[in-house]
C-alpha cells in the first residue's frame, strides 16, 4: 500500500500500486486534464509508471519547465515519424531538447527544402489530431540491436552500443506503427502536445559532432505550451534578426571578418572609435577602483604553460610555434601566467594585499571553425582582465568589490538585470580537494553576501577554481554571460607566487581572476543588438554628422565641426556631392545619433539645425548652446 506524499507535505494512500495519472486524478481532476510528467523521489517519470511503494510526487503542467520540456521531447519524436511517413527510407539517429525547441538528426540523401518543413508540419498536426497513445517496453540489448539493423536504422544500433550494459534500453512507441530508442519520460498521447510549434530551419550536422563521420540533416524546431508562447517568441527571433550585429557592424561601416584570418576582427575607423571608448571608460573605472594597469608578453615559453597547467588541461585550445632553435612557444590564451610574473618582482608582504593588476591582454584561443559566430565567438579578443592578489580572510570582502563594480558598470551601459551563476570544481581540474573546498565555501559566501539572484552550474567552474559568471538580460530578453570571476587557491603555489605574512612566514597568496566585459569583441556585438546599433549618446563611436545644404555651406560646416571636436564631442563633416535627402538616409542608416544641417539661415543666425536619429522633427539650436547641452550630456553618461 503505497503513501504518496505531496510536494505540500501531504499524504494520500493507496491500496495498491498506483500511476501518476491516477494520483494527479486523486488531486483533483483539473490536475489530472492538466497534468503531462511527474517526479517520483525526484526523478522524471511518465504519467503511467506505476509506483509501488511509499514515494514523493510531484504533478507537472505546461506550466512547468518539466512540463514544457517534455512537450518538446514529444514534439521532437512526432517530427521524426511525420518525416519517416513522408520520406521511407530516411534513418533517425538523435533528437534532443534544447533551449526553445528542439532537434532531429536525419540520415537521408536529399536534402529536406523549406516546402518540406511544410509538408513536415502539417503531418505532425495530422498525428497530433489523431491524439496516439504512448507506450513504453524495456527491451534486451540485443533483440534491439538486432531490430534496428533489420530496420535499416545502423545508427540507432551504434548507439545502442556505446550504451553501457548495465543500462536500462527503453524504447517508446507512438501509436501502432512508430518507435524509437529513448529514456523518455513522454507523455500520454500526442493529442497532449498541443499545436504551438514550428519547424524553424534545416542545418548540417556530422555524426556524433566528429567531421570525419557522416553529414546528417539536422532539423531543428520549437514548441511553446501555447499559441501566445509560440507568437512572442517568433516576433523576438524576428526582432533579433534585425539587430544582428554582424548586418548593423556592416551598416553602421564597423568592422568585417576574411577567411585570410578566421575569428579574428577588421576593426574599421567608427568600430575602433567604439572599442577605444570602452577601454578609456573600463581604464578610468579600474584606475578609481585602485587596479594597476599592467602589459604583458603575447608570446611565452612551452615551459611557463606546462608549470600553469594550461599545456595539459588547455593545450588543445592554444596556439604554438616552434623557432628555429627548437624552442617551443604559445600565443598566451589567458592573461593570469603573465600577470603572477609581475607579482613576483620584488618582495611582497601582507601590507601590500590587496594588489590589483589589470590589462587590456590580447588573446588567442583556438575554436572550431564552425564555433565562429561573428563578433560573439572569435579566436582574437581582447579581455579587460584583472588579477587580484589577496589573503584568504580578504576573499569574500574582494569578491563583493568586485561584485558591485560589474553591477554599476552594467548600469552604466544599460544593463540593469543581471543574475548570478555559481559554477564550482570540473571533473578535469589542478589542486586537491581540501584546496577546492576552502575557493568554493569562499566564493559561495561572497555569492550569497551579493543577496542577488542566483543558480549553482555544477561542474562548470575553470579547471583551477571555481568562479562567477555575471548574466545581463538584454533589450528582448535574451540572456548573455559576460563578466566572470573565480577563486584560485592552485595557480599561484604553482607558479611560485608568494607574500610575507605578519608573522614573518612566508604565504602563497590567493588569486582572484577577474574580466568585467569579459572580451572586448563580444561585448560589442551584445551592444549592438542591445541598442540595435543606436547607442547612448556618450558612447556613439561617431556621435555627430555635420551636413551643408550645399557647396556654398561647406566652410561653415567645417568651421561647425571642428568647434564640436574641441568640445570634447566626436564629429565629422559630410562634403559629398550628394543630395540632401540621400544623406539623411545614409547617415540615419549608420545609426548616427545626431545630424547638424547648416545652410543660409544657419550660418546668419550661427546656428545649426538638429535633426536626431528616429526622429523626423527639426529643431534650431545655437551653436554655442548645442556644446553646452551636449557636452554636459557627453560628460554627464560617460563619469
Known amino acids: 500500500m503505497p503513501i504518496i506524499t505531496l510536494p505540500d507535505g501531504n ?80 534513418q533517425v539517429t538523435i533528437g534532443p531538447v534544447i533551449e526553445n525547441g528542439f532537434y532531429y538528426d536525419f540520415a537521408r540523401k536529399e536534402p529536406f527544402t523549406t516546402d518540406d518543413l511544410k509538408k513536415i508540419e502539417n503531418r505532425m498536426s495530422e498525428i497530433i489530431d489523431k491524439d496516439v497513445k504512448t507506450r513504453r517496453e524495456v527491451w534486451q540489448r540485443e533483440k534491439a540491436i538486432s531490430h534496428f539493423i533489420k530496420i535499416g536504422e545502423k545508427y540507432k544500433a551504434e548507439i545502442i552500443e556505446s550504451i553501457p550494459g548495465n543500462e536500462e534500453l527503453s524504447v517508446y512507441h507512438h501509436g501502432e506503427t512508430w518507435h524509437d530508442l529513448c529514456r523518455g519520460p513522454h507523455l500520454l498521447s500526442s493529442g497532449k502536445i498541443g499545436k504551438a510549434f514550428k519547424l524553424m530551419k534545416v542545418s548540417g550536422a556530422y555524426w556524433r559532432g566528429d567531421s570525419n563521420n557522416e553529414m546528417l540533416q539536422r532539423i531543428y524546431g520549437t514548441g ?42 577588421f576593426w574599421h575607423e567608427r568600430g575602433w572609435a567604439l572599442f577605444q571608448k570602452l577601454i578609456k571608460y573600463m581604464r ?11 602589459n ?47 607579482f613576483n618582482q620584488g618582495l611582497k608582504s601582507y601590507r601590500d594585499l590587496p594588489l590589483r593588476i589589470t590589462e587590456f591582454g590580447k588573446v588567442h584561443r583556438y575554436e572550431p571553425s564552425g564555433a565562429l559566430h561573428g563578433l560573439l565567438r572569435v579566436r582574437a579578443f581582447t579581455q579587460d582582465d584583472a588579477h587580484i592578489f589577496c589573503s584568504e580572510d580578504q576573499i569574500t570582502s574582494e569578491c563583493l568589490e568586485v561584485t558591485n563594480l560589474i553591477l554599476d558598470i552594467y548600469k552604466d551601459l544599460g544593463f540593469e538585470n543581471v ?30 553576501a551579493s543577496k542577488l539572484e542566483y543558480s549553482i552550474n555544477k561542474g562548470e567552474g575553470a579547471f583551477y577554481g571555481p568562479k562567477i559568471e555575471f548574466v545581463l538580460r538584454d533589450a528582448i530578453g535574451r540572456d548573455w554571460q559576460c563578466g566572470t570571476l573565480q577563486v584560485d587557491l592552485n595557480l599561484p603555489g604553482r607558479l611560485d607566487a608568494s607574500y610575507v605574512d605578519k608573522d614573518g612566514s612566508k604565504k602563497v597568496p590567493v588569486m582572484l581572476h577577474r574580466a568585467l566585459f569579459g572580451s572586448l569583441e563580444r561585448f560589442i556585438g551584445i551592444l549592438i543588438e542591445n541598442y540595435a546599433g543606436k547607442f547612448p549618446f556618450w558612447i556613439s563611436p561617431l556621435q555627430t554628422m555635420v551636413i551643408p545644404i550645399s557647396e556654398e555651406f561647406n566652410d561653415y560646416a567645417v568651421n561647425v565641426s571642428k568647434k564640436i571636436k574641441d568640445a570634447g564631442i566626436s564629429s565629422s563633416v559630410d562634403l559629398k556631392n550628394n543630395n540632401l535627402n540621400y544623406k539623411i538616409r545614409d547617415h540615419s542608416l549608420a545609426k548616427i545619433p545626431v545630424l547638424l544641417i547648416c545652410g543660409k539661415k544657419e550660418v546668419d543666425s550661427n546656428s545649426v539645425t538638429i535633426r536626431r536619429l528616429d526622429s523626423n522633427k527639426q529643431e534650431n539650436m545655437d551653436i554655442d548652446q548645442f556644446l553646452k547641452t551636449f557636452s554636459a550630456l557627453n560628460k554627464a553618461s560617460s563619469n
Open 419 to 448: 543574475i548570478l551563476k555559481y559554477a564550482d570544481r570540473p571533473d578535469v581540474r589542478v589542486g586537491d580537494d581540501e584546496v577546492w573546498d576552502k575557493a568554493e565555501a569562499s566564493l559561495l559566501e561572497a555569492v550569497k
Open 284 to 294: 578610468s573605472r579600474q584606475d578609481d577602483a585602485g587596479y594597476k594597469e599592467v
Open 11 to 90: 499524504n494520500i494512500d493507496f491500496p495498491n500500486k498506483v500511476t501518476g495519472l491516477e494520483v494527479a486524478e486523486k488531486i483533483s481532476k483539473s490536475l489530472a486534464k492538466q497534468a503531462l510528467v511527474m517526479s517520483v523521489d525526484g526523478e522524471l517519470k511518465d504519467l503511467y509508471f506505476e509506483i509501488n511503494k511509499d514515494s514523493s510526487v510531484k504533478i507537472f503542467t505546461s506550466k512547468d519547465p518539466e512540463g514544457l520540456e517534455v512537450i518538446r521531447h514529444d514534439t521532437a519524436h512526432i517530427m521524426a515519424m511525420a518525416v519517416q511517413e513522408l520520406y521511407p527510407g530516411t
Open 296 to 342: 604583458t608578453p603575447e608570446i611565452l615559453d612551452r615551459q611557463l604553460w606546462e608549470k600553469s597547467g594550461h599545456w595539459e588541461k588547455y593545450g588543445e585550445n592554444m596556439y604554438t610555434s616552434e623557432t628555429p632553435d627548437e624552442k617551443v612557444f604559445a600565443i598566451k590564451p589567458m592573461n593570469c601566467p603573465g600577470h603572477i610574473q609581475v
Open 224 to 265: 511553446w505550451a501555447t499559441q501566445k508562447d509560440l507568437d512572442d517568441y517568433l516576433k523576438r527571433i524576428e526582432e533579433a534578426e534585425k539587430r544582428d550585429h554582424r548586418k548593423l557592424g556592416k551598416e553602421m561601416d564597423l568592422f568585417h571578418f576574411r577567411e585570410e584570418s578566421p575569428g579574428s576582427v
